[in-house]
């Protein structure tokens, strides 16, 4: 546990030729963060440092400028000279927003508190000394960051409201959402030469781009909220119309564009029109259209009435794939049930000769590149050809995705590489020759650019080493974090194989400690895993897996198994599919010689906690179950609301949760109303008298998967005269973020694994 949770791991690497720097941020051990009040993925942020190497002489790492223990500092965008670049600072609870200088290599911090927009969280330089993003200056954290301080903050005023008795200390909200103010931000921009800001929009912001002359920003508000139709609904669902507005940056005019505007797309092309997907007053995405708005903010309906942007019935916040070649918009569409990628025009929507796999990876001037397995298109104003058969990689690897942001994710704005075979190329142009790199076998490449290289290797123990590679030159290792793990044992991967009657295969994999065995087993069910033939990171020790770490149950000395679990709704509800795939994956196990079949423990979380209970009632023989912050009544969990929402009812009805019983991993694919018995059939907790093995519960007050699911499973269990046991973690979300919680979670489930799976032991 003291080498988990002292794990280094690096970040964003930005490459600044113009300041002579390559800047990569590296995180400190998860142990040393200053405090755990927010959650695991805000955690990572405030243990981030910034260091930074020269670019010709590849020295060691060296912080770029001071930094503060109790705080965690993440990169922005670099300038457009790409001699300032925007940072990020969370201490205290506060998120702040400063300019690096890199040539002086000293910072200044922004009077303004940014918001963190997770469509495309970092600053727009508007020009050198002009900076563009969103500000909250009410709130101290964005909510993608606050994790669960802002809901513990307020539980204690309304505790003390309460206590004194002069106030009220309620929390209001309907089904058209928070009674109350909104969550109100501003769009500004700061003039870095005088520190002055002016706001040029205000409203809650979702979503802002700037179009390429930079004249004009587009902004995505929440709107009304949409009632969910009467079809079932996934997690997805967007319970909130969202508006377009069209800001120009000097006259401040806001031209409002008609219609519900899907997030995710929002794509200028050289001319400065705008593709996106819009739809009427009706609830259903299946409806809606792809637009495109020009420069008076009138939009246009593109591809014909027949062309739809997504799949299905549309009653989930569908993922949509676009963008231009020239002014010539191509896009995945749905016609007929059929997707196919089509240049879209004014009325009609011509098909082109590429799968509709393909995804878009970038794009650069006339021209969009599309990829289908290793087969690259480029995509032009008039034609379509294929540039390469053999593309292994497109992208630098994100180590942190949240800092691009989902919507440039899912759309990349520019591809940065094209690797074929064991050479890397800087794509400029894409396919053509250029600069090239030999890329070492098992290497990542962090970042790239015409002259320069960062690759990173990773081995099996968690020890990671970063290299530079300049054009024509050699390479130079920079850096090494986790060296104290190299000799640490480990446990060994096995591949194991099976097939059903069918003769469909699945592929399990086996952690197997060191010695020679048998050993007791620990099974750990996810429904909807699957699994390849190339290892897994489930089965890594750098994997920041808190609630079910093959390593650390290795490590207490079990053999671990993570069976294929393909859904399959062929036989009823999916839950009654779990049984024959868990059974095939410890049949195959078994016959490694291994492990002990007749000491098997079950250990899932989430929806593998719900698993682990459906499987403690189907599967004779088991010995132990560990179920952790998961589903017991699909019923109640229709209707639950987290922790956090709990306390500040902001958003009013919040239908993740009824998505996720209707058309997520719940599968019931009706409301309970229409379908009350098979959501009863469905749920464990009302099986619980066919349970014969001990059953060990965790949860945490502040977790989405409300911690009643886990206090109804073990009242049911204790009614039916069961061994069983519930820990409940205040503070907790839906994984332990404190390190004491996170002890205390393993300890416990090791001492109840050794308990019930070892002979002879004593507690």
Same mark, same amino acid.
Request: one cysteine or more.
């Given at each position: 546990m003291?080498d988990?949770l002292g794990?280094?791991?690096?970040?964003?690497v930005?490459? +600044?030729?113009?300041?002579?720097?390559?800047l990569i941020?590296?995180r400190?051990?998860?142990r040393?963060a200053?405090? *755990?009040?927010?959650?695991n993925?805000?955690?990572?942020?405030?243990?981030?440092?910034? $260091?930074?190497?020269?670019v010709?002489?590849?020295?060691?790492?060296?912080?770029?400028?001071p930094?503060q223990?109790?705080a965690?500092y993440w990169?922005?965008s670099l300038?457009p000279s790409?001699?300032?670049v925007s940072v990020?600072r969370?201490?205290?609870r506060?998120?702040?927003l400063?300019v690096i200088d890199l040539?002086?290599?000293? #910072?200044k911090? %922004?009077?303004?508190?940014?918001?963190?927009l997770?469509?495309?969280?970092?600053?727009?330089?508007t020009?050198?000394?002009h900076?563009?993003?969103v500000?909250?200056?009410?709130?101290?954290l964005p909510?993608?960051l606050a994790?669960?301080t802002?809901a513990?903050?307020?539980?204690?005023?309304?505790?003390?409201?309460?206590a004194a008795?002069?106030?009220?200390?309620?929390e209001?909200s309907s089904r058209d959402?928070?009674i109350?103010?909104?969550?109100?931000? @501003?769009?500004i921009?700061?003039d870095?030469?005088t520190?002055?800001?002016?706001?040029l929009f205000?409203?809650e912001?979702?979503?802002i781009?700037l179009?390429?002359?930079?004249k004009?920003v587009?902004?995505v508000?929440a709107?009304?909220?949409?009632?969910?139709?009467?079809?079932?609904?996934g997690t997805g *669902?967007?319970?909130?119309?969202h508006?377009?507005?069209i800001i120009d940056?000097?006259s401040a005019?806001d031209r409002?564009?008609p219609?519900?505007?899907?997030?995710?797309l929002?794509r200028?092309?050289?001319?400065g029109?705008?593709?996106?997907?819009?739809?009427?007053?009706?609830?259903?995405w299946s409806? +809606?259209?792809?637009?495109?708005?020009d420069?008076?903010?009138?939009s246009t309906i593109l591809?014909?009435?027949a062309?739809?942007?997504?799949?299905?019935?549309?009653?989930?916040?569908?993922?949509?794939y676009?963008g231009? +070649?020239g002014?010539?918009?191509?896009a995945l569409?749905v016609i007929?049930?059929?997707?196919?990628? !089509?240049r879209?025009?004014?009325?009609?929507?011509?098909p082109?000769?590429?799968?509709?796999k393909?995804?878009?990876?970038?794009? &650069?001037g006339?021209?969009?590149w599309?990829r289908d397995?290793?087969?690259?298109?480029?995509v032009?104003? @008039?034609s379509? @050809?294929?540039v390469?058969?053999?593309?292994?990689?497109t992208?630098?690897?994100?180590?942190?995705?949240?800092?691009?942001?989902s919507?440039?994710?899912?759309?990349?704005?520019a591809?940065?590489?094209l690797?074929?075979?064991?050479?890397?190329?800087?794509v400029?142009?894409?396919?053509g020759?250029g600069p090239? $790199?030999?890329l070492?076998q098992?290497?990542d490449?962090?970042?790239?650019?015409?002259q320069?290289?960062v690759t990173?290797?990773a081995d099996?123990?968690?020890?990671?080493e970063?290299f530079v590679?300049?054009?024509?030159?050699a390479?130079? &290792?920079?850096d090494?974090?986790?060296?104290?793990?190299?000799?640490?044992?480990?446990?060994?991967?096995?591949?194991l194989?099976?097939r059903?009657g069918?003769? &469909?295969?699945?592929?399990?994999?086996? %952690? %197997?400690?060191a010695g020679?065995?048998?050993f007791?087993?620990i099974?750990?069910p996810?429904?909807?895993?699957?699994f390849?033939?190339?290892?897994?990171?489930?089965?890594g020790?750098? $994997?920041?897996d808190?609630a079910?770490?093959?390593?650390l149950l290795?490590a207490?000395?079990?053999a671990?198994?993570?069976?294929d679990?393909?859904?399959?709704?062929?036989?009823?509800?999916?839950?009654?599919?779990?049984?024959?795939?868990?059974?095939?994956?410890?049949?195959?196990?078994?016959?490694?010689g291994?492990?002990?079949?007749?000491?098997v423990?079950?250990?899932g979380?989430?929806?593998?906690?719900y698993?682990a209970?459906?499987l403690?009632?189907?599967?004779?023989?088991?010995?132990? /179950?560990v179920?952790?912050?998961?589903?017991s009544?699909?019923l109640s969990a229709?209707?639950?609301?987290s922790?956090?929402?709990?306390?500040?009812?902001?958003?009013?009805?919040? $239908?993740a949760?009824?998505?996720?019983?209707?058309?997520?991993?719940?599968? !019931? &694919?009706?409301?309970?109303?229409?379908?009350?018995?098979a959501?009863?059939?469905?749920?464990?907790?009302?099986?619980m008298?066919r349970?014969?093995?001990?059953v060990l519960?965790l949860t945490?007050?502040?977790? *989405? /998967?409300? !911690?009643?699911?886990?206090?109804?499973a073990?009242?049911?269990?204790?009614?039916?005269g069961k061994d069983a046991?519930? #820990?409940?973690y205040?503070?907790e979300?839906h994984t332990?973020a404190?390190?004491?919680n996170i002890?205390s979670y393993w300890?416990?489930?090791?001492?109840f694994?050794?308990?019930r799976l070892?002979?002879?032991?004593?507690d």
């Amino acid at each position: 546990m003291d080498d988990y949770l002292g794990l280094k791991s690096y970040g964003q690497v930005l490459l +600044a030729p113009s300041a002579g720097l390559i800047l990569i941020e590296r995180r400190r051990p998860y142990r040393e963060a200053p405090e *755990f009040a927010y959650d695991n993925y805000a955690n990572q942020r405030i243990l981030t440092q910034i $260091f930074a190497t020269p670019v010709d002489a590849h020295a060691p790492l060296t912080p770029l400028f001071p930094q503060q223990a109790d705080a965690g500092y993440w990169l922005g965008s670099l300038s457009p000279s790409g001699v300032n670049v925007s940072v990020f600072r969370i201490q205290r609870r506060h998120l702040s927003l400063g300019v690096i200088d890199l040539k002086l290599r000293t #910072v200044k911090w %922004l009077a303004a508190t940014p918001d963190w927009l997770a469509a495309a969280p970092a600053p727009i330089w508007t020009d050198e000394t002009h900076l563009l993003f969103v500000s909250r200056d009410d709130f101290p954290l964005p909510a993608t960051l606050a994790g669960n301080t802002t809901a513990t903050a307020l539980l204690e005023s309304l505790w003390s409201r309460q206590a004194a008795g002069l106030t009220s200390s309620t929390e209001v909200s309907s089904r058209d959402g928070a009674i109350g103010p909104r969550d109100n931000r @501003r769009l500004i921009e700061i003039d870095l030469a005088t520190g002055k800001d002016r706001t040029l929009f205000e409203g809650e912001i979702v979503d802002i781009s700037l179009d390429p002359s930079r004249k004009r920003v587009a902004i995505v508000v929440a709107g009304k909220p949409v009632p969910p139709p009467p079809t079932p609904i996934g997690t997805g *669902f967007e319970s909130r119309r969202h508006a377009l507005h069209i800001i120009d940056r000097s006259s401040a005019v806001d031209r409002i564009v008609p219609g519900d505007v899907l997030r995710g797309l929002l794509r200028w092309s050289a001319c400065g029109r705008l593709l996106i997907v819009l739809r009427g007053s009706e609830s259903d995405w299946s409806k +809606a259209h792809y637009a495109s708005v020009d420069t008076d903010g009138r939009s246009t309906i593109l591809g014909g009435a027949a062309v739809s942007p997504v799949d299905g019935d549309g009653t989930d916040r569908p993922l949509v794939y676009a963008g231009w +070649a020239g002014e010539t918009p191509a896009a995945l569409v749905v016609i007929a049930g059929i997707s196919r990628w !089509m240049r879209l025009l004014q009325g009609e929507a011509i098909p082109l000769a590429v799968a509709g796999k393909a995804r878009p990876i970038g794009g &650069k001037g006339a021209h969009l590149w599309l990829r289908d397995g290793e087969d690259l298109w480029d995509v032009g104003p @008039r034609s379509i @050809r294929r540039v390469s058969r053999h593309v292994s990689n497109t992208q630098a690897v994100l180590l942190d995705p949240m800092s691009r942001g989902s919507r440039p994710s899912q759309n990349p704005d520019a591809a940065e590489l094209l690797s074929v075979g064991a050479v890397v190329r800087s794509v400029s142009p894409l396919g053509g020759i250029g600069p090239s $790199f030999k890329l070492q076998q098992g290497r990542d490449i962090l970042a790239i650019d015409r002259q320069t290289m960062v690759t990173r290797s990773a081995d099996a123990h968690g020890v990671e080493e970063l290299f530079v590679t300049p054009r024509g030159g050699a390479t130079v &290792k920079i850096d090494r974090i986790n060296g104290e793990l190299s000799d640490v044992t480990l446990a060994t991967p096995v591949p194991l194989q099976t097939r059903d009657g069918t003769g &469909k295969s699945s592929n399990h994999w086996l %952690l %197997l400690p060191a010695g020679a065995g048998p050993f007791p087993m620990i099974v750990v069910p996810y429904p909807g895993m699957r699994f390849g033939t190339t290892t897994p990171r489930e089965a890594g020790i750098s $994997f920041f897996d808190v609630a079910t770490n093959g390593q650390l149950l290795a490590a207490a000395g079990y053999a671990v198994l993570f069976p294929d679990m393909p859904i399959n709704e062929e036989n009823g509800h999916v839950s009654g599919a779990f049984a024959p795939q868990v059974e095939a994956a410890i049949r195959a196990a078994s016959e490694t010689g291994r492990i002990d079949a007749d000491r098997v423990g079950i250990m899932g979380h989430s929806f593998g906690g719900y698993a682990a209970l459906v499987l403690a009632e189907e599967l004779k023989g088991v010995k132990a /179950v560990v179920a952790a912050n998961g589903p017991s009544d699909i019923l109640s969990a229709h209707g639950m609301i987290s922790g956090v929402d709990r306390v500040a009812l902001t958003r009013g009805v919040s $239908f993740a949760n009824a998505g996720w019983a209707e058309n997520g991993q719940g599968r !019931m &694919k009706r409301r309970p109303a229409q379908n009350g018995q098979a959501y009863g059939v469905a749920s464990p907790v009302t099986g619980m008298d066919r349970i014969e093995a001990p059953v060990l519960l965790l949860t945490g007050d502040m977790d *989405f /998967v409300a !911690m009643s699911q886990s206090e109804q499973a073990f009242v049911e269990l204790a009614r039916e005269g069961k061994d069983a046991t519930l #820990v409940r973690y205040w503070g907790e979300n839906h994984t332990n973020a404190s390190p004491g919680n996170i002890r205390s979670y393993w300890d416990r489930v090791v001492r109840f694994f050794d308990l019930r799976l070892r002979a002879g032991h004593t507690d």
